[in-house]
Nanobody, 121 residues
Framework: QVQLVESGGGLVQAGESLRLSCVAS????????MAWYRQAPGKQRELVAR???????YYKDFVKGRFTISRDNAKNTVSLQMNSLKPEDTAVYYCNADIEATFYSRSADYWGQGTQVTVSS
């Protein structure tokens, strides 16, 4: 069974940095695109950034130039370096991965449990 576990959230002041990490574990044949989403109170979950298995990246405009997504394919991990944090970045951050559990399986979406990021002004 595939599991995604995030770590690295916390409380910081505006302008500071945090690094989130996520590790995928369990029976996996192939890990495709990995991504970070976030959900603020009263708002829908939204994409922050994603990275393909080949290293191609995509960022939403509101984090461009401040956040960097990276991954280690050998370790099945994805990270999100968040710099110059703003109060509006406050949210629960979720790790997401498109994974083929076996050679015969279709890929499926997996989610972590979420980690809280709070940025004070």
């Amino acid at each position: 069974q595939v599991q995604l576990v995030e770590s690295g959230g916390g409380l910081v002041q505006a302008g500071e940095s945090l690094r989130l990490s996520c590790v995928a574990s369990g029976s996996m044949f192939r890990v495709n695109t990995m991504a970070w989403y976030r959900q603020a109170p009263g708002k829908q979950r939204e994409l922050v950034a994603r990275i393909t298995s080949g290293g191609g990246t995509y960022y939403k405009d509101f984090v461009k130039g401040r956040f960097t997504i990276s991954r280690d394919n050998a370790k099945n991990t994805v990270s999100l370096q968040m710099n110059s944090l703003k109060p509006e970045d406050t949210a629960v951050y979720y790790c997401n991965a498109d994974i083929e559990a076996t050679f015969y399986s279709r890929s499926a979406d997996y989610w972590g449990q979420g980690t809280q990021v709070t940025v004070s002004s």
